[in-house]
Nanobody, 119 residues
Framework: ALLAESGGGTVKAGGSLRLSCAASGYMSDAFDDYAIGWFRQAPGKERKMVACINVRDGVTIRSDSRYTISSSAQGKTVYLQMNRLKVEDTGVYFC?????????????WGPGTQVTVSS
């Protein structure tokens, strides 16, 4: 996989987690050309974007103010900081790439990282 997620785990409601999405291969070489999105897939539900960053200009979007997305051009990594976690944040988190956050062709999915928030 060209993208690899890490940082998931089990936390209590109200806690925080920081997820990482590391690029490799040709995606690492052309990291600035991509938009990297974080998506959550809850059990039995579709995968939905929770945040995205256009790496080149740093423009971001997010579905919730508790999430902060950032990138490290040097590290070829995109981070998702999640604060004040809720039970409904539970799911498998994937990162994917497209050429713009408004794109509809996100791909190059990593294997995902599980986030479980307990009450």
């Amino acid at each position: 996989a060209l993208l690899a997620e890490s940082g998931g785990g089990t936390v209590k409601a109200g806690g925080s987690l920081r997820l990482s999405c590391a690029a490799s291969g040709y995606m690492s070489d052309a990291f600035d050309d991509y938009a990297i999105g974080w998506f959550r897939q809850a059990p039995g539900k579709e995968r939905k974007m929770v945040a995205c960053i256009n790496v080149r200009d740093g423009v971001t979007i997010r579905s919730d103010s508790r999430y902060t997305i950032s990138s490290s051009a040097q590290g070829k990594t995109v981070y998702l900081q999640m604060n004040r976690l809720k039970v409904e944040d539970t799911g498998v988190y994937f990162c994917g790439a497209d050429f713009d956050c408004s794109g509809s062709r996100f791909g190059h999915w990593g294997p995902g990282t599980q986030v479980t928030v307990s009450s």
